[in-house]
């Protein structure tokens, strides 16, 4: 059952620490499910997917988009949508900053960072993140918060590798934080874990898991 997996979810999360129900590929027959058992936040990865879900579903649902987002695609996404969580370029970032001014929104964003060792990952890299970050243009998007960070470990049964990711992720939040964000009490998300590793994400200081297969099962791609 969708509903008792939800709950036996919110009763391990520490305080603090928010579930991102990962819905991708799955109905809005089992997303209402979960929206009963008092679920709010649903992460979704294809752009035209989450648009026609959330036309369907009750509008108090806080929408995350955790995908890998394309710029011509932002300008169906930023009337609705609550955090993205895969903002991967200055490119993606100015994008959102110049949908969201339009429709009269401020967005609020993550900072995808590559912590896997597998190639196939989206995110810049963390040097590349702070040579992004030093420039300071970013100062001029007023449309946009970086509310934090966000990266996904390597898929390995190697939990000692991911743990040491996870833990690599949370330095650098602390690192970033400290240089630019300071000041900004938004800025506190770390968006990390999975299915198979929120264990290790929690332990290293993740405040958004996202996860899909345990509430709602195997997706049919
Ligand atoms: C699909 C997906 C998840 C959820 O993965 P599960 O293994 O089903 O929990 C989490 N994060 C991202 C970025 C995803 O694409």
Redesign the pocket.
Known sequence: MISERINTLKSELPQGVRLVA?S?FHPVEAIAEAYEAGQRIF?E?KVQEVCAKQELLPKDIEWHF??HLQTNKVKYLVPFVTLI??IDSYRLLAEVDKQAAKVDRVVDCLLQIHIAREETKFGFSMEECRQMLTTGEWKQLHHVRICGVMG?ATNTEDMKQVEEEFASLSAFFREIKQRWFADVEYFKEISMG???DYHQAIAQGSTLV?????IFGE?NY
């Not at 996202?210 to 345990?214: A, E, I, P, Q």
């Open positions: 990962v991708k992460g990865s955790i995908g969580h895969g996904m999975m299915s198979h996202r996860v899909g297969t345990f997706r």
